[in-house]
């Protein structure tokens, strides 16, 4: 037997709730288009099923509205998460964002620009991963910073503690309500450092700290339930005028002249803000998206290069070397990432034929440089 009756009432509540998860009643009413509450009655159980209004209960297939997916992303608040949201919201799907803090989240998420986002504290991840089609985790401390001893195990504690707890909410989710693909983010740190060798997602990883955080982080993640599509994204220096390793730089050209860091000679493989989130966002919605991926620019530059195009577009001359006490003040450590660098190239992003919105350098700095 099965009863449907119209839930207006429901709707309304599930709407002034969307800001903030009741847990006991948010797996109830977990799709914001409720319409309908159906009641299925089986030989051995009463079921009731929020319909939406495509009559579909709020099982993970992206049939609801079409292809809306419904996101569940950790390390939403960050440099990388923010552009992702903006991005799902801005195209209709239905974000939650998973954090340690409701009211950084609240900031940064206002409700008037952001209506229907959800906001859930680490108790009511549970209830946000299960009924979500798709989960990104993109939390941990950051890297650029000093690194104390502290730091340094709070880098690794962070991203296994985060990850981990993910994978197990994804693990012992409901059947039908667990998301079917985890797109995770790593690093290309993973690779270690080199001047010469050139590096894609078959090179073998590093001897360095970094690397061992990278190999931990992506054991993690791919614990996930088998049934669960999982795309590693090892991510370059992501450069973006809100964040990273650039926007910490800029000032520091303007302030030297900007000239070349150390030799020189290092390579920098970056990626623009625009084409990470844009690579994030396609392997949500691409089943030919799994496995490792490099989140990388097709042509990564040496880093006197990168200094010449910085100091072109910046208007400061390009001889006056940046001294790596610099960088280091400003990066502490986590600076290795930028003075030592590697050579990673983006094969699997390539063969799936992802298309970069800024594979040369100047463009992507000019773009940075020029964003208001
Ligand atoms: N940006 C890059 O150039 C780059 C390059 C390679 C890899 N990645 C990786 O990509 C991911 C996203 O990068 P991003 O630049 O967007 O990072 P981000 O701006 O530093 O933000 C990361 C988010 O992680 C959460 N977080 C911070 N410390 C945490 C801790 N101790 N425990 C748990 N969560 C913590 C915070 O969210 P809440 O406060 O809301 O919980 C924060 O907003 C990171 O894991 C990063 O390592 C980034």
């Not at 709707?11 to 948010?26: E, G, Q, R, V």
């Not at 504690?157 to 309500?177: E, F, G, H, Y």
Request: aromatic fraction near 6%; charge should be positive; hydrophobic fraction near 40%.
């Amino acid at each position: 037997m099965e009863l449907c009756c119209r839930a207006g009432a429901a709707a309304t509540t599930s709407l002034a709730w969307s800001n903030s998860i009741s847990p006991s009643l948010h797996s109830l009413l977990h799709p914001i288009s409720v319409e309908y509450l159906s009641i299925c009655h089986t030989k051995s159980s009463i079921r009731v099923l929020c319909l939406n209004n495509n009559g579909t209960n709020g099982s993970n297939t992206q049939s609801q509205k079409g292809n809306q997916m419904i996101v569940s992303i950790t390390g939403a608040t960050g440099f990388i998460g923010r552009r992702l949201v903006q991005r799902l919201h801005q195209d209709n799907h239905r974000v939650r964002v998973l954090t340690r803090s409701r009211s950084k989240a609240q900031l940064v998420f206002p409700v008037r620009d952001f209506p229907g986002i959800v906001i859930a504290e680490e108790p009511e991840w549970k209830d946000s991963i299960q009924g979500s089609t798709a989960v990104v985790n993109l939390a941990g401390t950051p890297v650029s910073t000093r690194w104390s001893n502290e730091i340094k195990k709070d880098i690794m504690r962070s991203r296994i503690s985060v990850t981990s707890k993910v994978v197990d909410l994804i693990n012992n989710s409901q059947d039908d309500l667990r998301p079917t693909v985890l797109v995770s983010a790593t690093a290309i740190g993973y690779y270690g450092f080199s001047e010469t060798q050139v590096f894609d997602e078959q090179s073998p990883s590093g001897n360095d700290y970094l690397a061992e955080v990278c190999r931990e982080w992506e054991g993690r993640a791919l614990k996930v339930n088998k049934d669960v599509r999982v795309a590693l994204i090892r991510i370059g220096v992501v450069l973006g005028k809100e964040g990273g390793a650039l926007a910490k730089m800029i000032p520091l050209f303007m302030m030297f002249a900007g000239g070349p860091i150390g030799t020189g000679k290092q390579w920098f493989s970056w990626i623009h803000l625009d084409d990470i989130v844009n690579l994030i966002y396609e392997a949500l919605s691409n089943p030919a998206y799994e496995g490792v991926i490099n989140g990388t620019a097709p042509n990564p530059v040496r880093l006197t290069e990168m200094c010449e195009q910085l100091g072109n577009i910046l208007g400061r001359p390009s001889w006056l070397p940046v001294p790596d006490f610099a960088l280091k003040a400003v990066l502490g450590e986590g600076a290795s990432v930028v003075l030592e660098g590697q050579r990673v190239l983006p094969m699997r992003a390539k063969e799936l034929g992802f298309s970069f919105k800024y594979p040369y350098i100047k463009d992507a700095i000019k773009a940075v440089v020029s964003e208001k």
